[in-house]
């Protein structure tokens, strides 16, 4: 039977053996009380994982996905996309990826197998909502997508003019996007958005509602500079460098 050793080769049964048989329980509970207490003295002196939850961890070449729940007819919805979101993907697109989520505050309805939606804005949101539901979907190539999103987010009063008008301008083919639009496809895709919007924790009170990593974090630093916040988030430190260092000039071309 293999039997342990101390360092210097002196036997542990031998040193349990010498002790007479009433006394070798209080000598087998001394020596497993040492032992716990040079666990705890060397597990303490570790270093401690830093937790943090406002970002996921992630390889050096993965990138940080934000990702925005917004309503197409929300003036801060609008806001977001125009000034913070394209100007900030034109510039760190190596280094983020962008999901979109246009739902908000609606609310679904099913009726007799028939799903519908009340949206805050009224059903030209609804409507505005699911072209840009089916855009996202159709689009592949992600500035593409998000240009597309963007421009038709400056004038949906007439959702389906705004996505023929913008899709032309991009040179997109919209008939893709249409029969998403006039099919249960854009339907089940607002359901989607929904049901990933009512799934965030904290529940959103505010649109939009923008996550980086699936965390929330600051919100409001978020909102206003969400550049600074991708560049705080991003763990390639070489690409960071590079894209972030150059925060002045990002600044000037919004």
């Known amino acids: ?3 342990c050793r101390f360092a210097d080769g002196f036997d542990i049964h031998m040193l349990i053996e010498m002790v007479p048989k009433r006394k070798r329980a209080y000598v087998i509970v001394l020596f497993a009380v040492v032992i716990v207490c040079w666990l705890k003295i060397l597990l303490w002196n570790l270093p401690l994982p830093i937790l943090n939850n406002q970002r996921y961890y992630r390889g050096a070449s993965m990138k940080v996905v934000v990702t925005v729940f917004y309503e197409s007819l929300c003036p801060d919805s609008k806001y977001f996309l125009t000034k913070q979101l394209l100007p900030t993907f034109k510039v760190a697109e190596s280094i983020m990826e962008v999901q979109l989520a246009p739902y908000g505050k609606a609310r679904q309805n099913e009726l007799n197998g028939k799903i519908s939606f009340n949206c805050q804005h009224g059903p030209t949101e609804c409507q505005a909502n699911i072209y840009h539901a089916c855009a996202t ?7 593409l997508r998000l240009q597309v999103i963007t421009c038709m ?3 949906n009063r007439v959702p389906q003019d705004a996505m023929h008008k913008c899709a032309k301008q991009h040179n997109i083919d919209d008939t893709l996007i249409q029969k998403c639009f006039d099919s249960n496809q854009g339907l089940d895709l607002l359901k989607l958005n929904g049901e990933a919007t009512h799934a965030l924790r904290p529940p959103v009170t505010f649109i939009p509602t923008i996550t980086i990593d ?5 919100q409001a630093s978020i909102l206003k500079d969400l550049f600074s916040e991708v ?8 690409e960071a460098e590079n894209i972030c260092q150059n925060k002045t000039s990002y600044s000037l071309n919004i």
């Open 1 to 3: 039977m293999s039997r």
């Open 137 to 143: 979907k159709i689009i592949e190539d992600p500035l």
């Open 153 to 155: 987010i400056r004038d």
């Open 214 to 218: 699936g965390s929330q974090g600051r």
């Open 231 to 238: 560049c705080k988030a991003v763990s390639d430190v070489a």
